[in-house]
């Protein structure tokens, strides 16, 4: 019994959190303010708890794993969750249905904590329509706004085709194969034809899920209709789920296609940056341009992975830890903006150095961090996947992938254009944000700058690896 | 000496700007910062020649090694030869000279200060850092304040300035990237350690891949010439010190990475590409002097005449003999603290003109007799006068390219040597019509230099007179090191 309790710790100490909520939102009558400080601590409370007591084993036959690696990966999930209840304050007080989101949110983490832990293909696919289903009613949260249900809707059917490729996959696979164990396939995977067919089908639905191109379509619809809060836990925190999960899969159970999804890699790496980086390019809405850079950053996760070493697990999941600071930070900068004014183009953003300062040098860390400028944290990311991916040695790719960089840097650089040098008639006002969204604003920018300063973090990924 | 002192003190400098309460607080910081930045780089310069004349011949002096990311074999590892000396002690004259002349930028002031601040530690790490991880940090530590200066406080199309400039910048630093990852997985060891770089012997192929990429890519930094598009603009667009940073330290980073990583370590390559860069070179030399010619605004003219300068540099480097790696060297440094004379009185000019065109300019020398002299030496010092830095360094390159007896060579330096005339031509017309001639009625009562802009121009003129009268303590410091490059260059047959 008591294996259960440290084995399934986060799990678990994750569901007393959903069952507290479910309660509180039965019995109290507690103001939002209160009820969203009681959250936020019970959020602290799990990302502290990911620390300690942690066992490595598994369980049901398998079914589910755990190792130092696998508890690395949820915590930064959930600090990444922690934070989203810090940033984006200012818009859960005002919003009545506050408990249900955050019931949502954590069944939306539990289903990904059980997707990093799955050690067969049904746990996998259980888990990931954990993860994925309650993100789209998050979606819908703006209830008075069309767009936010027409957003939810596209990303219900979108998972839903995804998902349907995914079970034709797995069932390909246990047809082809026998087994759905993950400790069990590699023996027997040896790249028959129905195996590589049943494997592009699998490859498709992570696609989808880390909308990596030509899968991407969804995702900037999807997160400029849905409120910034759940814009910001798709990007960051469902992308980072399912990049770890994908990279875990690629490097155990796929092992012996290496060959096959290697270029396969390749080819969408570079599609997706491309894409990502060509479409940010012209975007007016805030959410759509990180949406599209976003897709870019997947596309130099990709780069990473490619690379088929530890050096590519570790540079991938560092890489991801600093895109939860920085994205987070850029996404926090904007939802206060819009919560407070209702403004969400870049060109509103003209002039607003003049009136709130402080926002926009967060705005110019989380975006410099993003672009891979030092002494961010996110010069260091892009450098080790790049430098990873590099170890076999295929220039042209790394070569491509680096000018990329630049392409990205000059849409990162508008939004700094805007917002430091342009003019304004009529800028935004003073805005002063409430005490929580602050911490929060502060932790990503210290998160940005000492994460990559600071070595040990990246060597203790290593020594996890 | 310890050399994290280097790095130390423009990082509080930084620091305390950022603390400040008012503007004139924030100055007076930033010039105690510069100062003390100044005396320690003289007293580097002290303690390695005394180092050296106590018999020390270790390639660098000062070495500092902490391991930063072990699995990556990345350390923090700095040092510095006779060269990093040379060129820590050009920033940190032009620090101080910038730091003095911008006393009234009165937008944002603390902004602009911790930018110059941040750009000049970029620098200092740069010149300082042994490890091509560290190197790179540094170089791209550099690029952002660059942009932000020339895009908040610049002037004219300052956005499509700053973007032209940032984005080529990152271009060059992206080639860059790409070649110290071809370096590194090219070792046995995987290390980005240059000593330990330099050691062994980086297979041929590798070198004629890595080394176009490493060259190009610092070379854009420098004004290669196709990549030189940035620099027009760029220097036009930036406030004064801007303009003194960009070309008196920025565009020495890629000279200083070219000879260092470059060439340095992959002289099979460089002998291989050298023709190449050499027509490159000319071509940038002639073809910036020319442009010059055609310039009627002041921060163009300079912006081009660095063209053509830099293409010096690069000419030196690509010569491949000791003498004109040497001349190379200190036509940086001669450059660096020319052309932020040069850019500081423009600024000077301006700031009471509010023209920078040479036409309708004339007569100053009466209004303003401090600033018009200034611009009389630093002219003279850019079309080579003997006596001044610009002469020595460039007549050392042509010493240096005539040691090849070939008719290419010999075509290249003659073509480099004709571009003094053209330097000239334009130099003096320029001088002649600002200066002199009748005085317009509106530039009457217009005050002379204050005590910051005396103090900056005579701070760049020693620097200059220094080493156009007495050559050979620069020469003595360079010559060690680039005496090494040359052997390493020789060795690889």
């Not at chain 1, 759509?288 to 570790?314: D, K, M, T, Y």
């Not at chain 2, 310069?45 to 270790?58: D, M, P, Q, S, V």
């Not at chain 2, 099979?268 to 027509?279: C, L, T």
């Not at chain 2, 050559?471 to 260059?489: C, G, H, R, V």
Request: positive net charge; glycine residues 8%; charged residues 10%.
């Amino acid at each position: 019994m008591n294996e259960y309790l440290t084995i399934m710790k986060s799990e678990l100490v994750l569901t007393a959190i959903l069952f507290l909520l479910l309660f509180v939102k039965l019995g109290s009558r507690w103001k939002n303010e209160s009820t969203l400080l009681m959250i936020q601590l019970l959020l602290l409370l799990n990302f502290l708890s990911g620390f300690f007591f942690n066992q490595n084993g598994s369980l049901f036959g398998g079914m589910f794993h755990t190792s130092a690696l696998i508890v690395f990966q949820k915590n930064i999930l959930s600090l990444a969750v922690y934070l989203i209840s810090l940033l984006f304050a200012d818009w859960l007080k005002k919003h009545e249905h506050l408990t249900e989101f955050f019931i949502l949110m954590l069944s939306a983490l539990l289903g990904m904590f059980f997707l990093l832990s799955s050690g067969n293909l049904l746990m996998f696919f259980l888990s990931l329509e954990l993860a994925t289903i309650p993100v789209a009613a998050m979606a819908n949260f703006d209830l008075d706004k069309k767009i936010s249900s027409e957003s939810a809707m596209k990303m219900i059917l979108s998972s839903a085709f995804s998902s349907g490729i995914l079970l034709f996959g797995i069932s390909l696979i246990y047809g082809a194969t026998g087994t759905i164990s993950f400790a069990e396939l590699p023996a027997l995977l040896n790249g028959s034809p129905l195996q590589i067919l049943a494997f592009v089908f699998l490859f498709t639905a992570f696609a989808f899920k880390l909308s990596i191109v030509p899968f991407h379509f969804w995702t900037a619809d999807v997160y400029e209709g849905a409120p910034m809060a759940t814009t910001a836990f798709l990007s960051v925190v469902s992308k980072g789920s399912v990049a770890f999960i994908f990279i875990s899969t690629l490097y155990t159970v796929f092992k012996p296609m290496d060959a096959i999804w290697y270029n396969m890699l390749m080819i969408l790496s570079i599609a997706t940056m491309i894409m990502g980086n060509l479409f940010a390019l012209r975007q007016q809405s805030i959410k759509r341009f990180l949406a599209f850079s976003s897709i870019a950053q997947v596309g130099f996760i990709l780069v990473g992975i490619s690379s088929n070493s530890p050096e590519g697990l570790s540079s991938v999941i560092y890489f991801v830890l600093i895109y939860v600071f920085s994205n987070l930070a850029a996404f926090g900068v904007a939802a206060v903006i819009s919560s407070r004014t209702g403004k969400e183009r870049i060109d509103d953003y003209k002039g607003l150095y003049q009136t709130n300062p402080f926002l926009c040098w967060v705005m110019a860390l989380a975006l410099f961090s993003l672009a891979g400028i030092p002494p961010t944290a996110g010069f260091f990311g892009k450098l080790f996947l790049l430098t990873a991916g590099a170890s076999r040695a295929n220039y042209l790719f790394i070569g491509i992938a680096a000018l990329n960089m630049i392409v990205s840097l000059y849409y990162y650089l508008r939004v700094i254009r805007s917002m430091f040098m342009e003019k304004n008639e009529t800028p935004i006002g003073k805005i002063k944000p409430d005490m929580s969204t602050t911490l929060g604003l502060i932790i990503c920018s210290v998160g940005v700058v000492l994460v990559g300063l600071l070595s040990w973090i990246y060597d203790y990924i290593v020594k996890l690896v | 000496m310890n050399l994290i002192v280097l790095l130390l003190i423009p990082l509080i400098t930084a620091v305390a700007v950022l603390l400040m309460r008012n503007a004139n607080q924030v100055r007076w910081t930033a010039l105690a910062g510069a100062s003390i930045q100044f005396v320690a780089a003289f007293a580097l310069l002290y303690f390695f020649n005394k180092e050296r004349a106590a018999g020390n011949t270790l390639q660098m002096l000062f070495e500092q090694q902490y391991i930063w990311f072990p699995s990556w074999h990345i350390s923090f590892h700095i040092g510095v030869d006779g060269i990093s000396v040379a060129m820590i002690l050009l920033t940190a004259f032009v620090v101080i000279a910038g730091v003095l002349v911008s006393w009234n930028v009165t937008k944002l002031t603390k902004e602009f200060y911790f930018q110059l601040i941040l750009l000049s530690f970029g620098a200092y790490g740069f010149f300082i850092s042994l490890d091509l991880f560290i190197l790179f940090f540094f170089l791209e530590i550099a690029v952002i304040p660059k942009y932000l200066l020339i895009g908040i406080w610049g002037s004219g199309k300052k956005e499509y300035s700053a973007n032209k400039l940032a984005l080529m910048l990152m271009g060059g630093s992206a080639l860059v990237l790409v070649g110290l990852l071809g370096l590194y997985f090219n070792t046995p060891e995987r290390t980005f350690d240059l000593i330990k770089l330099s050691e062994i012997q980086i297979s041929y192929e590798a070198q004629m891949i890595c080394f176009p990429l490493l060259f190009v890519g610092f070379g854009v930094f420098t004004a290669l010439f196709p990549f030189h598009t940035w620099v027009p603009d760029g220097h036009s667009s930036a406030p004064t010190a801007g303009s003194m940073f960009l070309a008196g330290i920025s565009m020495k980073l890629g000279g200083y990475g070219c000879l260092r990583v470059a060439t340095y370590l992959m002289p099979h390559g460089a002998k291989e590409y050298a023709d190449i860069i050499i027509v490159l070179s000319s071509i940038a030399i002639l073809y910036g002097a020319f442009a010059t010619m055609m310039q009627k605004d002041l921060k163009y003219i300079n912006a081009y005449s660095s063209v053509s300068h830099c293409g010096f540099v690069l000419l030196g480097i690509a010569m491949l003999t000791k003498t004109s790696m040497t001349g190379a060297v200190m036509q940086m440094v001669s450059h660096g603290l020319m052309t932020a004379l040069f850019f500081a009185v423009i600024g000077m000019m301006y700031e009471r003109t509010h023209t920078r065109q040479v036409n309708e300019m004339g007569g100053l020398l009466k209004t303003m007799p401090f600033i018009s002299t200034v611009f009389f030496i630093v002219g003279l010092c850019s079309l080579g006068l003997p006596g001044l830095s610009g002469f020595v360094a460039e007549m050392t390159i042509f010493m240096g390219s005539w040691e090849h007896t070939d008719i290419f060579h010999r075509l290249a330096t003659i073509a480099a040597c004709l571009s003094i005339v053209v330097t000239a031509v334009y130099i003096l017309r320029a001088v002649g019509r600002v200066a002199m001639g009748p005085i317009k009625d509106s530039f009457k009562d217009l005050p002379d230099a204050r005590w910051n802009e005396k103090l900056a121009a005579v701070i760049l003129i020693l620097g200059i007179v220094a080493i156009g009268t007495a050559p050979f303590w620069l020469n003595d410091l360079i010559s060690p090191a680039t005496e090494l490059i040359k052997q390493k260059i020789m060795l690889a047959q």
